[in-house]
């Protein structure tokens, strides 16, 4: 599976931005989908995660309440609403696929997007 992330930009703290994630193929409802971000200087982290339906979502603790993540198998795409954005969530966010079930580890992933940069202003 092919994915194409898009949506990222310069917003003011405080402010939303929604991510998507359009994967190509016919198999997308088989895999798991995650946001992954990585800050310069740092390694990728784990940000959200989503089940093969929908029904069932993880988050880390840094964005909990803030970010949502979803999915439309009918459109091949999964999104992150971003609210309430810090100048600490300043990255740049991948997704990624995964053909077993919901991982917040990177080597768990099969298959990433080219990564959408969010940059937020104090």
């Known amino acids: 599976v092919q994915l194409q992330a898009s949506g990222g930009g310069l917003v003011q703290a405080g402010g939303s931005l929604r991510l998507s994630c359009a994967a190509s193929?016919?198999?997308?409802?088989?895999?798991?989908m995650a946001w992954f971000r990585q800050a310069p200087g740092k390694e990728r982290e784990f940000v959200a995660a989503?089940?093969?339906?929908?029904?069932?979502?993880f988050y880390s603790l840094s964005v909990k309440g803030r970010f949502t993540i979803s999915r439309d198998n009918a459109k091949n795409t999964v999104y992150l609403q971003m609210n309430s954005l810090k100048p600490e969530d300043t990255a740049v966010y991948y997704c990624?696929?995964?053909?077993?079930?919901?991982?917040?580890?990177?080597?768990?992933?099969?298959?990433w997007g080219q990564g959408t940069l969010v940059t937020v202003s104090s």
């Open positions: 990624g696929a995964n053909r077993a079930t919901i991982a917040t580890r990177t080597d768990a992933y099969d298959y």
């Open positions: 193929g016919r198999t997308f409802s088989s895999y798991a």
């Open positions: 989503i089940n093969l339906s929908g029904g069932s979502t």
